[in-house]
Structures are given as structure tokens and as C-alpha cells.
């Protein structure tokens, strides 16, 4: 499968947390092509099963999350522009001139208003809150509560942007191609052995406190747990705790992630020539693995991140080879371990 159309696919459909039914229906199709069954579960998180076939074989979850943030009608106020209340780790700083989606009783498309320069203080800060900004769609509050209903979402106008060296930005890499990986590693499977009944999820609602993750864990109670999710890519202005871009998965050693498995991970990409990147983390890494590993009794874990820039931004960028390596990395990870190496 191409990546980069693998991307865009998943990059299409909207998903706030709280609101992924979109995405949800483009991830249940795709993963229906590897898959032996597909389930949507209370919440909304997406499971594909791939048995292996052998009678009492270890479960091995690998997730991603499907959601992505946004904001949500808070209020219509009376010259008919919109209050906003963010879905998510929204910095403000991104928001000015920002164009929207505003998803009513139909697509209405409008702009984060912002000042012109010319009427600044210099003085003083602008946009201090979300209150300081207001979504123009261009209607009379008469107009807009006809179409508008306070708790409707609003979403990030922004498409799929192919760039030089293999690289692509969109609204919502954070995490589709996390999700992609996942989709790629269950295509290597189909020509590979695996001792392990595979359960492929896509979760929800991670943006807003990992909520999918830990509720799936809790019902699949599976012997490993594999996740995927996006680190910060070095920019100009961001090096200290970055990774390039292009230069493989990142993998994360820490306590929230389990030694010996990791280590094997590790030798895997090595003896395979997987270009691949370490991250030291001593403490909560941000990610679904901060949940799973601690529901029921323990759930061991591996922690890959791919990386990329301006994370949280409309134009999260990052290298598509960075996506095929993981779901390469994965797939020759599961093919190369037996059932006794989970075991502790």
C-alpha cells in the first residue's frame, strides 16, 4: 500500500475526542482488509482481530489513537461570531487567522479572528484566553442560530501537503501515523509467522486523558502491549529532546516501558538494519502506554514513537519513511519472538 495515499486516507476524516464516528468508519474499512473481525466498543475504540491459529496463544495488543484536537461551540455571541472551548492541548498561539470548520447543520467555514497588527499595543499580550478570540463564519446571530448549535465541533481547515524528501504535513499525523504504521504492520504480517493472536486497536479520546486506551486494556487484558504514537522532530528552534526526521522510530526506554522486551525490539531493528532512534524517558511519557501498563495487574509494554514536527499545530510534519519503518519494525518484532520470550 502506498504510504503517502495510506496517509491522506486517514488524514481526511474529522475525529475530535469525544467525536471520532469519521474516522472511525475510514479505520474499520481498512482494517477489515487484514483482519479476521472488526469491532467498535462502547467507547468508540476500533479492535481488528488477526488469530494466528494456535490453540492458547499469547495476546498482543498494538494500539494508536484516532482522535485529534480541536475545539467545540461554547457560545454564539451577539454580533453572530463564536466562542470556542478547545478539545485538547490547543496552544493559542496558533489560533489568530486560523481557518475552521465549523461542523452545524452543515459545513460552515470560518476564521479565528484576530486583530490587525496596526491596532496592537505593543505593550501588552494579545489573546491571553480563549475568550480573547472569537470565530468569525460571517453571519448575524439570528443567521447563526438557525445552522449553529452550542457543543458542535470545530475543526482545523487543513489539508494533506506532500513536501520534498519524503516528507508530508497535515492537521492530524498526531496520531494517523500512528495508525498507519499499524495498518502497514498488519500488511507484512499476511507474509510472515506470528505465535500471537493480534488485537489491532485504534482508540479514542486520547488528547483528553487516555481515556480509550485504559478501557480497552482493562478488556483485552493482553500479554504485551505495543504503542504507537508521535515524538517532537527537531526544528531550528527546538533541538533538546527532539528527533530528526527520516532517521527511523524512536524507542523509549524508561519505567514505563518493559526492559527485556524493549531490548529485544532493540536487537531486532539492529540485526534487521532498521534505522532506528532512543528515547530516555524517566517518567510519564504522555502516551496510551502511561495507561495500559498499569491496568489490572500490569500489562508490559513498548513504546515506538515516530517523529514529528510542530506537533499540536495544522501542519504536523514528518517523513513517510519514519511510518514504513515502524510498521516494518513491528511486524519483524512479532515474526521473531516465540510465546516463551513474554513471559516474566
Known amino acids: 500500500?502506498?504510504?503517502?495515499?495510506?496517509?491522506?486516507?486517514?488524514?481526511?476524516?474529522?475525529?475530535?475526542?469525544?467525536?471520532?464516528?469519521?474516522?472511525?468508519?475510514?479505520?474499520?474499512?481498512?482494517?477489515?482488509?487484514?483482519?479476521?473481525?472488526?469491532?467498535?466498543?462502547?467507547?468508540?475504540?476500533?479492535?481488528?482481530?488477526?488469530?494466528?491459529?494456535?490453540?492458547?496463544?499469547?495476546?498482543?495488543?498494538?494500539?494508536a489513537h484516532m482522535d485529534e484536537i480541536g475545539m467545540v461551540v461554547a457560545k454564539i455571541n451577539d454580533d453572530g461570531t463564536l466562542l470556542a472551548s478547545p478539545i485538547g492541548g490547543i496552544d493559542l498561539k496558533i489560533?489568530?487567522?486560523?481557518?475552521?470548520?465549523?461542523?452545524?447543520?452543515?459545513?460552515?467555514y470560518g476564521v479565528v479572528g484576530a486583530k490587525p497588527p496596526h491596532l496592537i499595543d505593543k505593550n501588552k499580550s494579545e489573546a491571553r484566553s480563549m475568550d480573547d478570540l472569537a470565530i468569525d463564519i460571517g453571519f448575524s446571530k439570528q443567521e447563526a442560530e438557525k445552522l449553529v448549535?452550542?457543543?458542535?465541533?470545530?475543526?482545523?481547515?487543513?489539508?494533506y501537503t506532500k513536501l520534498l524528501s519524503n516528507n508530508a504535513a497535515s492537521?492530524?499525523?498526531?496520531?494517523?501515523?500512528?495508525?498507519?504504521?499499524?495498518?502497514?504492520?498488519?500488511?507484512?504480517?499476511?507474509?510472515?509467522?506470528?505465535?500471537?493472536?493480534?488485537?489491532?486497536?485504534?482508540?479514542?479520546?486520547?488528547?483528553?486523558?487516555?481515556?480509550?486506551?485504559?478501557?480497552?486494556a482493562y478488556k483485552l487484558n493482553p500479554d504485551l502491549a505495543i504503542s504507537v504514537d508521535v515524538c517532537h522532530g527537531t526544528t531550528p528552534d527546538a533541538s533538546d529532546g527532539t528527533f530528526p526526521l527520516g532517521k527511523g522510530p524512536v524507542i523509549t526506554i524508561g519505567p514505563n516501558t518493559?526492559?527485556?522486551?524493549?531490548?529485544?525490539?532493540?536487537?531486532?531493528?539492529?540485526?534487521?538494519?532498521?534505522?532506528?532512534?532512543?528515547?530516555?524517558?524517566?517518567?510519564?511519557?504522555?502516551?496510551?502506554?502511561?495507561?495500559?501498563?498499569?491496568?489490572?495487574?500490569?500489562?508490559?509494554?513498548?513504546?515506538?514513537?515516530?517523529p514529528l514536527r510542530y506537533m499540536h499545530t495544522t501542519v504536523e510534519t514528518l517523513n513517510t519513511q519514519d511510518v514504513e519503518k515502524t510498521g516494518k519494525l513491528i511486524s519483524l518484532f512479532l515474526n521473531k519472538i516465540e510465546g516463551e520470550d513474554i513471559c516474566f
Open 149 to 159: 448549535n452550542v457543543g458542535d465541533r470545530i475543526t482545523f481547515k487543513s489539508g
Open 1 to 63: 500500500m502506498d504510504t503517502n495515499a495510506l496517509l491522506e486516507k486517514l488524514n481526511e476524516p474529522y475525529g475530535l475526542s469525544g467525536y471520532e464516528e469519521e474516522i472511525q468508519k475510514v479505520v474499520e474499512s481498512l482494517f477489515s482488509e487484514y483482519c479476521a473481525g472488526v469491532s467498535t466498543d462502547k467507547l468508540g475504540n476500533v479492535i481488528g482481530f488477526i488469530p494466528c491459529g494456535k490453540e492458547g496463544a499469547k495476546k498482543v495488543m498494538i494500539e
Open 258 to 306: 518493559h526492559r527485556k522486551l524493549t531490548n529485544k525490539l532493540i536487537d531486532i531493528a539492529k540485526a534487521e538494519k532498521i534505522d532506528f532512534q532512543i528515547d530516555v524517558d524517566g517518567g510519564n511519557t504522555g502516551t496510551n502506554a502511561w495507561a495500559i501498563q498499569v491496568a489490572r495487574e500490569g500489562i508490559p509494554c513498548i513504546l515506538i514513537s515516530i
Open 95 to 108: 489560533l489568530p487567522a486560523a481557518e475552521v470548520i465549523v461542523h452545524g447543520k452543515e459545513k460552515l
Open 171 to 216: 492537521r492530524c499525523h498526531d496520531d494517523r501515523a500512528g495508525i498507519a504504521s499499524l495498518i502497514l504492520a498488519a500488511e507484512y504480517l499476511k507474509r510472515l509467522k506470528c505465535d500471537f493472536d493480534i488485537y489491532l486497536c485504534a482508540t479514542v479520546q486520547e488528547e483528553v486523558g487516555l481515556r480509550g486506551a485504559k478501557t480497552l
